[in-house]
């Protein structure tokens, strides 16, 4: 019986499969990736306590428009060519964000291999900060 209903049904549990896989696999990208999202709140705690390399990962124009205060700002193209100018900081925590919080899940991976231990992703980016009322800088 079991087999007779797999045999007619094949294409529903195909379905069934592929979309739970789907829904698994933002999880499994967070636990490959080695970082951690933070809120806004946890990020603002550990500013004003630890000190953490503030990262932003966005291009130049969208820096530009506004930024954390004391970011650092590498673009995520050009993060693995410039991994020198980073290396003094590897045994520091590092906060690290873009525009949304997706292209700092691959910068996460990317400071990984370059030696960091404790990364952070923002998460939302700086559109969730700045929808928290919090402060930034422009240039």
């Not at 294409?11 to 999880?27: D, E, H, Q, R």
């Not at 290396?87 to 906060?95: D, E, Y």
Request: hydrophobic content about 40%.
């Amino acid at each position: 019986m079991p087999v007779e209903f797999l045999q007619k049904n094949w294409p529903l549990i195909l379905a069934f499969v592929v979309s739970g896989a789907m829904l698994l696999w933002p999880l499994v990208k967070r636990r490959i990736s080695g970082s951690q999202e933070i809120s806004t709140f946890e990020a603002t705690r550990l500013m004003n306590t630890e000190n953490p390399l503030v990262l932003d990962v966005r291009e130049t124009q969208e820096y530009e428009g506004g930024h954390l205060p004391e970011a650092v700002h590498i673009p995520l193209s050009q993060l693995s060519a410039r991994g020198a100018d980073l290396a003094k900081h590897t045994g520091r925590t590092v906060i690290v964000y873009c525009d949304r919080g997706v292209r700092s899940t691959s910068a996460a991976a990317a400071l990984a291999k370059l030696g960091f231990t404790r990364v952070l992703g923002l998460r939302g980016g700086i559109q969730a900060w700045r929808e928290a009322g919090l402060p930034t800088r422009k240039g």
